[in-house]
């Protein structure tokens, strides 16, 4: 009945609007899904899903006429076939019955034969040859599938390696092929529906425009595989969508996507140390992780920005003239308890869970309040806080039968003021958090856009990770919420602004971010924190045409559970992020960064191998060997320059003319000698068996004296090293919390808990040799103190270096992967 042309992809469609036909037009190829049935648009009608029973096309006016179970509604639908993809939108519903109650339209599901990579954020899936995409062309477009709704009989019941439900993708996995889907509701119409972690929430209607199902569309395209991030191009010039610059290029294709920034909690006094530790790591913006002492007016700390809001412009100026921009993280539409949505007067705006009545009077002191529905207020939320006209109340519980009552109440919660309040008066359940926050409904949450766009555009501040954007979730308008919300911060921050997000977003603002930055270091070692998830990211984003970026990463300082950072974890995550071609964040606290002795090494590495990374120097093969999570490197300047142990590069940082020497470097496990585990009379000392992958080279070591049961004034002297018939002795005292390195010569560097250089000590003997394969290492020292310190030892290997120059691959190749 119907053939249209979308890019590449030639479809048809029967007399019943169902797809008949899914071809790449250049080689033929048919990607038509086996026995699945794929309306071009269904409709919800109260609960049941309707598609329709018969279609028209007029092709003089580009509209399809799509009509509906014996003439109950009729839906017109403009068709515009593009250059390079096909648009379909939604400009006419009519109900000719009135009974129809349209709840939400659903594009699709379409299934596609196309298997290989699913890109569920994106919507686009493609296999080695040829790819199909759909796009959201407004917020009120969804990708993905009603929560309520039951999912189609032919979508997997999980999507392995996928961090999505199937509700939140846009592309999904079925046998032999894949589905494309999105849908639009009707938010004029309230109802009951699964509402984030709440399986039934009423959620309030809404109005204008963006609430109406006339308008929603979406975009269509087939292309061959290599050529999808064009059309998309294409599709956002051509749509009026977002599309984002980043230094004069397209943010999804400029190398500027991933450069890594460092975390630190600057403030008006301090910018200009924290703009030569971001300058001192080669990177061009500086971000702070904690700037708000209030969040939802977004109040800025006083303590560290005294002037508001001027004090952060006079942080970005100063930082501007040195060529760093700078950014601040948020927590989206968390609500603090302090903020002025919450008290003294709550905000109407504030979202409840739920609502119920008060059946008898309740005076300013009653510690009971009598409530016609105990619903809402059963909800697993964190705090039991619900508000009540003016006044915040927290209970302890609600009865187990009627009648229903809140026992155990607190009047005037969070500094609110108690009053008396009349029978009818309407008693709301806040949705909260265990941050130990409320959130905004959809209309309120609009001043949180605002806020946060004049913010940006009145400083200039130029870097936003929108965190916590799943309480966008809380006003019940699933992804709508969330779009609303970001595409009005970027509407109204001006000029270009790298931002990300916490959770996977919606199908519409793929094209807002940036980039996502996922992958935490809290609580964990550096090689530990969240290491499969930060893997599996890489891979999300391969398939969703997404900038690669491996998460957060600590600079720590010694504490009870973690040693202060060395030189060898940073290049952990630098060739980690090397062999992605994928950017990072650098976290260290400003007192950290002073405290800890390692940071101007630790940061010369950073531009060491930043510099090589954005150059495009490593070849493809290094960076797959670079990948391996159980791999270490070592990356030093070619022509002489000092490699950074010391914080006294004579490189700038650019390989010089000579490139970089790439080292694999093989760590022991640690060497423990414990007198606990000593034989009467034996000396304190230690054999352990040890095998070098790489060639004969010097002894390399770190040795790390650990207090035992507390005691710190403990200490060792004269440690001896003996292998291959050379003994090395360091003539001098090692204490607890101390370390002794020494790297392949004869000079032994102690360091105190933080790596700071308290002295040098010469050995008697030069470092002996460590063989090739496997041979024995002893250790010896005299123990001093009781009870007496432990002693371990990691040994270094380096293996024969390659050659890294900037001349072996392109630098935008090296920062975005199509």
């Known amino acids: 009945m119907m053939r249209l042309q979308a890019g590449s992809l030639t479809f048809g469609l029967n007399d019943r609007g169902e797809w008949t036909e899914l071809a790449d037009a250049g080689t033929g190829r048919s990607y038509e899904a086996a026995a699945v049935r794929s309306p071009l648009l269904s409709i919800v009608a109260g609960s049941r899903i309707l598609a329709p029973e018969s279609a028209a096309y007029d092709s003089g006016s580009g509209v399809l006429s799509l009509d509906f179970e014996g003439g109950m509604a009729q839906i017109e639908v403009k ?85 999505f439900d199937y509700a939140d993708s846009t592309a999904w996995p079925i046998q032999g092929g894949s589905l494309l889907q999105a849908f639009a509701r009707d938010r004029r119409k309230g109802g009951r529906r699964p509402v984030w972690n709440l399986k039934a929430v009423d959620v309030a209607p809404i109005q204008g425009g963006e ?43 400029s190398a500027a996507a991933t450069q890594s920034y460092l975390i630190t909690d600057f403030s008006e006094a301090t910018i ?80 409840k869970a739920g609502r119920a009545m008060l059946l008898a009077p309740a005076e300013a002191e009653a510690d009971e309040l009598a409530i016609d529905d105990p619903q809402p207020f059963r909800e697993s939320l964190y705090r039991n806080s619900a508000v009540l006209g003016a006044e915040i109340i927290e209970y302890a519980s609600v009865t187990e039968q009627a009648p229903w009552k809140l026992l155990g109440v607190k009047r005037g919660a969070n500094g609110t003021a108690a009053a008396a309040h009349e029978p009818g008066a309407s008693i709301g359940r806040l949705w909260d958090h265990p941050y130990d926050v409320f959130f905004p409904d959809i209309e309120l949450q609009d001043s949180y856009s605002e806020r946060i766009a004049g913010l940006f555009r009145e400083t200039g501040l130029k870097q936003i990770s929108f965190d916590g954007l799943e309480g966008c979730y809380a006003t019940g308008h699933d992804g709508y919420g969330v779009n609303r919300f970001v595409k009005q911060c970027y509407d109204g921050w001006g000029d270009e602004v790298i931002n990300d997000a916490s959770i996977v977003v919606p199908n519409f603002l793929w094209h807002v971010f940036t980039r996502f930055n996922w992958g935490e270091p809290w609580g964990v070692s550096t090689r530990e924190g ?18 690669p970026m491996l998460g957060w990463f600590l600079i720590r300082s010694a504490s009870e559970r973690f040693e202060a950072t060395t030189p060898d974890e940073i290049e952990w995550v630098l060739s980690k992020a090397a062999g992605f071609g994928a950017g990072f964040a650098l976290a260290a606290d400003m007192a950290v960064l002073r405290r800890n002795g390692n940071a101007e090494a630790l940061l010369d590495k950073v531009r060491q191998w930043e510099s090589a990374r954005s150059a495009g120097a490593f070849t493809p093969q290094q960076r797959e060997r670079l990948r391996d999570p159980k791999g270490d490197w070592h990356l030093e300047p070619a022509d002489g320059g000092n490699d950074g142990n010391d914080g006294n590069d004579r490189n700038d940082g650019n390989g010089g ?37 790489h060639g004969e080279q010097p002894l390399r070591f770190r040795l790390r004296v650990s207090p035992a049961y507390g005691n710190e004034e403990a200490s060792i002297k004269r440690p001896t090293f003996y292998t291959s018939g050379t003994y090395m002795t360091f003539d001098t005292e090692v204490r607890a919390n101390e370390y002794l390195v020494c790297d392949g010569d004869r000079i032994g560097r102690v360091y105190d808990v933080n790596w700071n250089l308290l002295r040098t000590v010469e050995a008697t003997a030069d470092a002996p040799v460590v063989r090739a394969g496997g041979q024995a290492i002893s250790f ?37 992967e199509r």
């Open 211 to 253: 609430a109406e199902l006339t308008g929603t569309g979406i975009a269509l395209f087939g292309c061959p595989a290599g050529l999808v991030l064009e059309v998309i191009e294409a599709i956002e010039l051509g749509e009026g969508l977002p599309h984002p610059m980043l230094e004069g290029e397209w943010a999804k294709t």
């Open 530 to 547: 969240q290491l499969e998830w930060r893997l599996t990211n890489q891979a999300y984003f391969e398939r969703n045409f997404i900038p």
């Open 780 to 816: 010896s020292c005299k123990f001093e103190g009781d009870p007496k310190p432990v002693v371990s030892v990691t040994v270094s290997t380096w293996g024969e270096p390659e050659c890294v120059s900037s001349r072996s691959e392109s630098a935008n190749v090296q920062a975005v």
């Open 272 to 351: 200009e140390e924290a703009v030569r530790y971001t300058k001192q790591a080669g990177l061009k913006y500086v971000y702070h992780p904690d700037p708000f002492a209030k969040w939802g007016h977004f109040v800025l700390k006083p303590g560290q920005f005294p002037d508001g809001d001027d004090s952060m412009r006079a942080c970005v100026e100063t930082a501007g003239r040195e060529g760093v921009n700078v950014g601040v993280h948020t927590l989206s539409t968390f609500t603090t308890l302090n903020d002025p949505y919450v008290t003294p007067v709550p905000a109407s705006g504030l979202q």
């Open 79 to 163: 068709v515009a076939a593009k250059e390079q993809y096909a648009t379909f939108e939604v400009f006419r519903i009519a109900e000719p019955d009135g009974d129809a109650d349209i709840r939400a339209i659903l594009w699709g599901p379409y299934a596609t034969g196309v298997e290989g990579s699913i890109g569920e954020s994106v919507g686009v899936v493609r296999d080695g040859e040829f790819a199909i995409g759909l796009m959201a062309l407004n917020a009120k477009t969804i990708g993905g599938w009603p929560a309520e709704l039951d999912k189609p009989a032919c979508a997997l019941e999980a999507y392995e390696g996928s961090k």
């Open 657 to 693: 003319v000579g490139g970089w020497n790439l080292f694999p470097v093989s760590w022991s496990r640690p060497l423990v000698c414990n007198t606990d585990e000593l034989q009467p009379g034996q000396p304190g000392g230690a054999d352990w068996a040890f095998h070098n992958k």
